[in-house]
């Protein structure tokens, strides 16, 4: 922001603030394009050792539990479980919740529809805001106490209440057929 004027005594003059904020943009987009272009590398080298591995035999009935922290880690498993789901799709949540979730995965909502996943809903929704659910899903207009989401094996319970910050919202994901089950068989698909 600043620009030097050689001499003595030196002399500091201020840049005019378009030019200045101008090249603070451009400094930022190179770091920000170069960090990026770093994330690329190592996600294609885990892959390639990913892909190198999976020859590896694997445990049947393999089963996974994680913790979830941040809304942004959320979503990003909860769009790898509606990607993947290939028979059922499940979600409880609040109707601000489902506002949430369609707005950040209606497209892969619509892709696992037209792969003849079935997507049951359960919230209460106003007339208003059920247009858009029932357009590709099934609803049930209930309150349930716990949000969460199935996935054929798969299952994703929100821990922390609604108006949880979206930095502070953790869930609990869950790879096990008898857990996801038996969430299915209470809310009685």
Not at 74 to 101: F, Q, T
């Amino acid at each position: 922001f600043v620009s030097v004027q050689q001499g003595r005594p030196v002399r500091y003059a201020h840049l005019p603030m378009l030019e200045a904020l101008r090249t603070l943009k451009k400094q930022r987009q190179s770091q920000l394009s170069e960090e990026l272009t770093k994330i690329d590398e190592v996600g294609m080298e885990l892959s390639v050792k990913i892909a190198a591995s999976s020859g590896v035999e694997k445990p049947a009935g393999e089963e996974f539990v994680w913790t979830l922290k941040g809304r942004d880690a959320i979503y990003s498993k909860l769009g790898s479980m509606i990607d993947d789901a290939k028979r059922h799709i499940v979600l409880s949540s609040s109707a601000h919740g489902v506002k949430r979730k369609f707005s950040e995965h209606a497209k892969l909502f619509e892709k696992a529809r037209g792969r003849g996943v079935k997507l049951h809903v359960i919230a209460p929704l106003e007339k208003q805001q059920q247009g858009e659910v029932t357009r590709i899903a099934k609803l049930s207009n209930l309150a349930l106490p716990t949000r969460f989401v199935l996935a054929d094996d798969q299952a994703l319970v929100f821990l922390t209440g609604e108006g949880t910050d979206a930095e502070d919202e953790s869930a609990l994901w869950v790879q096990n057929p008898h857990f996801a089950n038996t969430l299915k068989l209470v809310v009685k698909e």
